[in-house]
């Protein structure tokens, strides 16, 4: 049985990754830009992890957590292709909010393969 620390936060059973590992799968990780995604890639010991950031490109806070809960609802559906022993970083960008979630998905899964 795997014990899970009260203070890790989950998305789905995933765990998230913390704002100084963000920094670190920018600076270290490949990248893979889609068109409504930028996703960072870092190889890591251990369990997939996963970090959803949206910057200040959008046009109010509304949107910009829109469109982070949107690419989550993606992630989730698309965890069997997350592979063990990597960190993935994903990049909202200004559009994905308002993009169809079909399109969008498409974009993450592609984001994923590469």
Known sequence: M???MHSERKIAGINKINSREIHTAKKFGSKRDG???ALWKREKPG???IGIIAGRGFKSAVKRNLARRRVAGCVIELKSLLRDGVDYLFECKPGCEAAPYQELA???RNCLLR
């Open 2 to 4: 795997i014990e899970v």
């Open 35 to 37: 068109v409504y995604v």
């Open 47 to 49: 369990k997939p992890r």
């Open 106 to 108: 498409r974009d993450v």
